[in-house]
């Protein structure tokens, strides 16, 4: 079940897409809290809860960017503009403050699988 969990290329079933979504969860909490407390050992003197909710929101976009470009690139979605726009569509979600619904957007998209080469081919006279 964890074995393929940072393949961005693997189609999962719903089972392991809800796992997916639990460790993309928890990551996204457990990331901010860890360079919050570095933050406040290095900068003692800035440290405030303030500090900390901007770090949490703003490493919550650029996780959930780094997730989808991932996401991009492993499942080709490059190539299919509704997938394309879905993916581009979670960063902002982060920004809005539904970074939840955001990963479960991207746990949803691993259920894909990957988009083919659809380029039509023009014979030549």
């Known amino acids: 079940m964890f074995k393929h969990l940072l393949d961005f290329s693997y189609k ?3 089972k392991q897409a809800i796992i997916f ?8 909490i457990i990331l901010p ?6 933050d406040s050992i290095l900068f003692p003197l800035s440290a405030s ?8 929101f703003y490493g919550a976009v650029i996780f959930n ?8 690139k492993g499942k080709r979605f490059y190539k299919n503009i509704y997938y394309l726009l879905l993916t581009i569509l979670c960063p902002f979600l ?12 991207l746990a949803f998209l ?4 990957i988009v083919q080469q659809d380029i039509p081919t023009v014979p030549v006279n």
């Open 65 to 72: 960017l780094i997730i989808a470009c991932l996401l991009i």
């Open 94 to 105: 982060g920004l809005l403050g539904l970074g939840i619904t955001a990963e479960a957007i």
């Open 110 to 113: 691993t259920t894909k699988k």
């Open 49 to 56: 809860f303030d500090r900390g909710v901007q770090i949490g």
């Open 21 to 28: 979504f639990v460790v993309l969860f928890l990551i996204g």
């Open 12 to 14: 999962r079933d719903w």
């Open 33 to 38: 809290v860890v360079v919050s407390i570095i």
